[in-house]
């Protein structure tokens, strides 16, 4: 029931099973007709297998919205704390606690029954351990998904855990959630097995339309499964609502969320750390800011948590290299191209660097080889063009500027690039 001054306005029936079912719906149409419908290109099991994943996360999403909402008394202005909430724990059950899980044994299960395939004796008492295994999995994650749910919003609306109500609803979510699985797992399964997918390759290729029609159709009838069951295991509880939402422990719950993974609130979440808190941390030198130097050189760039790459470091504790957009005021960035300058390390090792660099480093010394003791720059006119180069000012670095306008002339980027080393790289020496 959502308070307005005054008045109460009591959340109806329709409205709390519509409001999951339009999540799925509108996820469903959103990436059938969206190029972010291509999750695996070719594969449809695995596309249809992260579409569920997908619109799982949006029904339980909308589901832990509107569900305490129905249930308890909450003020209007508290429902974007609950819609937080909400999606931070759908998030956690569907991606952390599940997806991540499965993935996890699955793949350690595999190995293992390699591995007992190759011995010997063959598979034995081990084959029947890795079954059990496997089949215990899934009945597992859905009790540990059930017991999350039923608790956490149990908690929240202030009801009572030690009744039979709060025993027949972990009851309706562990089956909601075993329905989930084994429409995720079965469809999955049947996919590759219809398409002959088993070896990596299918002799017949599978409609790109099938693996997102049967993912929204599954998630549709999972969601409407769900929400029966959990309205039968309510009978008792009529439509009134029974608690008060407890506004200090959801504000407490998406501070913890958000301090534990930003991506739980999106990408506005993501932005809102990285762009805003990171930085105000580190003026307050509350967090400390990584040094980006490469051989003794320093770039003189704002740190951005996820806009500048730093390499992994060599037994000395130095950088290989270091890659970092290309700022706003050198005029070359725009809404579609955003260039980057990567600095490296002449001596990096060729496993530490990106993968393309140790060809375009074969064509840099070629061509300084024809040209000793000038300055050495490579053109790749590619897709994506980029532009390498050696100066003689720095000895040990390499540079590059890529991802840029394939229309912009060669010799204004080369220009910006001798610019862009020229003002932020600085030796340590004489600064």
């Given at each position: ?10 959340v ?6 519509a ?9 469903s ?5 969206t190029s ?16 569920m994943?997908q ?12 569900d305490p ?11 974007p ?6 999606s ?14 499965f ?12 591995g ?9 008492g ?14 597992v994650?859905?009790i540990?998904?059930?017991?999350f ?5 149990r908690?929240?609306t202030g009801?009572?855990l ?13 089956l909601?959630a075993a329905?989930w ?11 590759r ?9 299918s002799?017949?290729?599978a409609?790109r ?11 549709a ?10 309205r039968r ?6 439509g ?6 407890r ?16 991506d739980f ?19 307050a ?10 051989s ?6 704002v ?10 470091p ?6 290989p290299?270091?890659?970092v957009r290309?700022p ?11 260039p980057?300058?990567?600095?490296y ?10 993968s ?5 480093r074969k064509?840099l010394?070629?061509?300084q ?5 000038e300055d ?11 532009i ?6 720095y000895p ?23 610019r862009f ?11």
């Open positions: 029931m959502v308070r307005l001054g005054r008045r109460e306005f009591q109806p029936l329709w409205v709390w099973a409001v999951p079912l339009a999540a799925v719906f509108y996820l149409v959103d990436l059938s007709f972010r419908g291509d999750l695996y290109y070719r594969e449809p099991d695995r596309s249809y297998l992260a579409m994943t619109l799982g996360t949006a029904s339980l999403a909308a589901f832990l919205f509107v909402v129905r249930r308890a008394r909450v003020a209007w202005y508290v429902l704390l609950v819609y937080l909430a909400s931070a724990g759908a998030v956690l059950v569907v991606s952390d606690m599940i997806t991540n899980t993935s996890t044994v699955f793949q350690t299960v595999v190995g293992a029954a390699i007992l395939a190759a011995s010997p004796r063959g598979a034995g081990g084959g029947i351990v890795l079954v059990a295994i496997t089949l215990a999995v899934p009945i994650l859905a540990g998904a059930a017991v749910v039923t608790v956490a919003s908690i929240v009801l009572p030690r009744t039979r109500g709060a025993w027949r609803e972990f009851c309706a979510n562990f909601g329905i699985l084994i429409l995720a797992i079965g469809g999955y399964m049947a996919i097995s219809s398409f002959n997918l088993a070896m990596g390759f002799s017949l290729p409609p339309w099938l693996p997102y029609a049967a993912a929204g159709v599954a998630a009838i999972a969601t409407v499964l769900h929400l029966l069951l959990v295991s309510r009978r008792e509880e009529g009134a609502p029974q608690g008060h939402i506004i200090w422990l959801l504000a407490a719950l998406c501070v913890l969320a958000f301090a534990y993974r930003p609130f999106g990408v506005t979440g993501v932005r809102a750390y990285y762009d805003h808190i990171k930085p105000a941390l580190r003026a030198r509350i967090a400390p800011t990584p040094l980006l130097e490469v003794g050189y320093e770039v003189d760039v740190f951005h948590d996820y806009k500048t790459v730093r390499g992994d060599l037994p000395d504790g130095t950088l290299f270091i890659s290309l706003e005021p050198y005029g070359l960035t725009s809404h579609k191209y955003i980057h300058v990567s600095v390390r002449r001596d990096a090792p060729a496993h530490l660097v990106s393309f660099w140790p060809e375009r064509t010394e070629a061509k080889a024809e040209q000793p003791g050495a720059i490579v053109r790749f006119a590619t897709k994506s063009p980029a390498a180069m050696r100066l003689g000012a040990e670095l390499e540079f590059s500027l890529s991802f840029f306008d394939p229309a912009l002339p060669w010799d204004t980027a080369e220009d910006v690039l001798r080393v020229k003002e932020r790289v600085h030796g340590r020496i004489g600064r």
